[in-house]
């Protein structure tokens, strides 16, 4: 101890149990609403990833959808080649009815002739309606075919239509959800632009973040040579 009431000057007057006062600056504040944002990015990016996920599984479903479509397309142009086909046959079946039928008659006149011919006077009535008998059968059966061919492709172009409008129903669903799709792809470019944005954000949070570190550590050091002045 010294005789005099200074203190010793090499013994530093302060009580050393206490801590530094904290610098008075607004880095502390500044590096918590960087904290904050930080977090508040991360949840963002988050969320975009989960939308992200879900566009990727409806991306798939419109790839599905599209490959749906144009097997639908061939299974029409088929079915519209199958109708033309069949109208096709169906023209070719009343020429040859028709021309059938024209064969008929005519062979039924000639040996409607020929009978006059070999006894006209004692033949005649009877002949006649022996001709006609003949033509009216002939037309009956020729007609029964007809008929009956002409229902079969009545039936089948029935079906055949129905099932082109069933087509042309899942055709018309299609373009509905390639429409959505395209909405789909525009949400997808608008969120990777706030992606990028987002990117940007934190970035420049890394760069404020190293800046408030670096601002810290010339903090503490200054702080270390006050007390060694002290």
Known sequence: MYDTDWEDPVTPTFDSRQRCPKPTTNSEAMFAQASKDTQKLLSISSELTSTRMELESTRTQVMNLKAADNTNDAVIQQLEAALKEE???????????????????????EAYGKTLAEDYEAEHSHSVITALKLEVEGLRSSLDLTEQYRDETMCQNLDLQQRL??????????????????????????????IQRLHDIENKVERIDAIFKKSFQHADMSLINNQRFL
Do not use: P
Request: hydrophobic share 35%; net charge positive; proline share 0%.
């Open 87 to 109: 109208r096709k046959k169906t023209r070719a079946a009343q020429s040859d009815s028709a021309h059938k039928q024209k064969e008929t008659i005519q062979k039924l006149k």
């Open 165 to 194: 409008d069933a087509m042309n129903e899942d055709v018309a669903c299609m373009s509905e959800l390639l429409q959505a799709n395209e909405d789909l792809r525009w949400f997808l470019a608008e969120h990777k632009r706030e």
